[in-house]
């Protein structure tokens, strides 16, 4: 079964999972850092993050972030 990346989105909205660009969904578990325009991974994979895209990224990270904190 195949699906659009919007549609994988949605089913992880909530979840961990955000978009850094039109074609990139990422697990925000294994995000290390953001400098600029790029999304740096835990593994040393760099990602451009688009403009449109950046703000809800951030939004994504913090509430992940705050979403961690309190399991922890």
């Known amino acids: 079964m195949f ?7 949605k089913q992880l909205s909530g979840g961990g999972f955000a978009r850094c ?17 790029t999304l740096y991974m835990t593994d040393g994979t760099r990602l451009k ?3 449109l895209r950046k703000k809800a990224l951030l939004g994504a ?12």
């Open 3 to 9: 699906q659009t990346i919007s549609q994988t989105e």
């Open 21 to 37: 660009s039109n074609a990139c969904l990422v697990n925000l578990k294994y995000k290390d850092c953001i400098k600029g325009y």
């Open 49 to 51: 993050i688009s403009q």
């Open 61 to 72: 990270c913090e509430a992940y972030r705050n979403s961690s904190d309190s399991q922890a």
